[in-house]
């Protein structure tokens, strides 16, 4: 991926944001907590390789497992937390988990 390429990348994907030195490039996705909880936190990735990454093959280093469905089973049935509304997922932070011994 060269500098343009890389231009229209962070363009099209306003939520990276990238800082380079002569060696590196660091990337961060500020949606995501594992980024956002931890300023410090970043995907450093060496510049030879970053030349060689198409715009998809980067998103997916940037994000590397951090960007995933969460799901809950509720009576019965799973469903994507990310379709609820406020006061549901409300309810599901003040659920108390036990463990049965």
């Known amino acids: ?3 343009s390429e890389l231009a229209q990348f962070l363009e099209n994907n306003q939520n990276i944001e990238c800082q380079s030195d002569e060696c590196h490039a ?3 996705n500020k949606h995501l907590p ?3 909880h931890n300023p410090a936190h970043c995907t450093r990735i060496d510049n030879a390789v970053l030349q060689k ?3 998809a093959e980067l998103l997916l280093e940037v994000n ?7 799901i809950t089973r509720i009576t019965g049935y ?3 937390v ?3 509304n406020k006061g549901k ?3 599901l932070k003040d659920r108390v988990r036990t463990t049965i011994v």
């Open 1 to 3: 991926m060269n500098q």
């Open 26 to 28: 660091y990337f961060r």
């Open 34 to 36: 594992w980024y956002a």
């Open 53 to 55: 990454l198409t715009p």
């Open 64 to 70: 590397r497992g951090l960007d995933v469905e969460h």
């Open 78 to 80: 799973f469903t994507k």
């Open 82 to 84: 990310s379709q609820w």
């Open 89 to 91: 997922l409300g309810e």
